[in-house]
């Protein structure tokens, strides 16, 4: 035999390097529209460095972008427009307005604007100016004598119909 082996300990002991335990699962998304992010971790425990071994080599933490969709816009109103001009000058007519669910519209499944998109209400409820007219003549009555020159008249009355609410007399 010209060689002889023997197990022995050293007082010091060896350097263990890091290594990454396994990616957790991604987090829940931080918004449920819009631009979010999620992200998942990992640990350099697999074993951890230990007696001046190195750490692990890279990020402990990766990022990355969800629900890249915008998130619903609900319609609403514009302010009302001017009332229109009167439909009729005198009696009963109607003026309307309007708005447009247009600030902002709906978008990416936002709801409708609740609610008319348009206005009446009534205007000039004064009644129209009735111009009187003449009924028509009446027969001659007898002549105020029965014979030489006398004098028969006849009349007729404005009412039909009687002037009203400004209107001109016969």
Do not use: F, M
């Amino acid at each position: 035999l010209n060689k002889e082996t023997k197990t022995c300990v050293s007082q010091q002991s060896c350097a263990i390097d890091g290594k990454w335990s396994p990616w957790d699962d991604w987090s829940q998304c931080s918004t449920s529209c819009g631009n979010g992010w999620e992200k998942r971790e990992r640990w350099c425990s697999q074993p951890y460095p230990q007696h001046g071994g190195r750490h692990c080599v890279g990020d402990r933490t990766e990022v990355k972008s969800c629900n890249l969709r915008p998130c619903p816009v609900d319609g609403k109103w514009s302010p009302w427009g001017d009332w229109s001009a009167c439909s009729v000058s005198c009696g009963n007519g109607q003026s309307t307005r309007r708005r447009e669910c247009s600030q902002p519209y709906p978008q990416h499944g936002g709801r409708h604007c609740v609610g008319d998109r348009t206005e009446v209400k009534s205007c000039n409820l004064r009644p129209c100016p009735v111009d009187g007219k003449w009924l028509p003549w009446g027969n001659w009555p007898a002549c105020s004598v029965s014979c030489g020159n006398g004098q028969s008249t006849r009349r007729r009355e404005c009412s039909q119909p009687y002037p009203q609410h400004g209107g001109r007399r016969c």
